[in-house]
């Protein structure tokens, strides 16, 4: 049983804060009364054994390096495993994915007070991350994040991943995909309007993660 009890509660906006403001307004909300806030969004399936394995690891405390746990990983179930079993495990990397993902209380208000006045502006950065990147890896996600400079309300996720770079901070998330985003091809979607991208493929792993780190790998 994932739920022995549950409780739904629906907020309304009076007003239309957008895709992004209304993101984080509502993990302010939630952290404001709860230790931690997992996000599922309306185009996103995850089976119940991951979700259980992403609560278990949000009830303890995070290495102080980890900004969230999520659960999308671009590589599929491997078609040799069997059925059964504990074959997935968590990983560490300094990529964020907004596709089912959990934060603590501490983290995120660490993130939202730094972000209050943040220019969005890569220069100086320091982090291992960042300087062990190509560099047209750099200029791609410096012409990302020139969007929050023009407009830091464009969106959350990359607010997040500035977040990351700047402060050398990691995100954890499964060996092998553990959720799925089902909005692609929709022309009702926001960001998803196009097809599945070439490397989405094969199928999600849906049982349970081991609490332990695979690897101190970062990739």
């Known amino acids: 049983v994932l739920f022995r009890s549950l409780e739904i509660t629906w907020t309304y906006r009076e007003e239309n804060l957008g895709i992004a403001d209304n993101l984080l307004f509502s993990v302010d909300e939630v952290l404001r009364d709860f230790q931690s806030c997992i996000v599922i969004?309306?185009?996103?399936?995850?089976?119940?054994?991951?979700?259980?394995?992403?609560?278990?690891?949000?009830?303890?405390?995070?290495?102080?390096?980890?900004f969230t746990v999520g659960l999308f990983s671009g590589l599929p179930?491997?078609?040799?495993?069997?059925?059964g079993g504990n074959w997935n495990a968590w990983r560490k990397t300094p990529y964020?994915?907004?596709?089912?993902?959990?934060?603590?209380?501490?983290?995120?208000?660490?993130?939202?007070?730094?972000?209050?006045?943040e220019k969005w502006a890569t220069e100086g950065f320091s982090s291992k991350h960042w300087i062990s990147m190509q560099k047209e890896s750099q200029e791609s996600w410096e012409y990302r994040f020139g969007k929050l400079r023009e407009n830091p309300r464009f969106t959350w996720d990359y607010q997040i991943q500035y977040f990351t770079f700047k402060n050398n901070y990691v995100h954890v998330l499964p060996i092998f995909r553990s959720a799925d985003n089902e909005g692609f091809g929709d022309a009702r979607s926001t960001n998803t309007?196009?097809?599945?991208?070439?490397?989405?493929?094969?199928?999600?792993?849906?049982?349970?993660?081991?609490?332990?780190?695979?690897?101190?790998?970062k990739v």
């Open 41 to 66: 969004e309306d185009d996103v399936s995850i089976s119940s054994r991951p979700f259980q394995s992403l609560m278990r690891k949000l009830r303890s405390p995070l290495p102080l390096d980890v």
């Open 77 to 83: 179930k491997p078609v040799f495993l069997r059925i």
């Open 96 to 117: 964020f994915s907004a596709w089912g993902w959990g934060v603590q209380r501490e983290m995120w208000f660490k993130f939202r007070n730094a972000t209050i006045n």
């Open 193 to 217: 309007k196009l097809e599945r991208p070439y490397w989405y493929f094969g199928k999600t792993y849906e049982e349970f993660i081991s609490q332990e780190f695979s690897s101190n790998s």
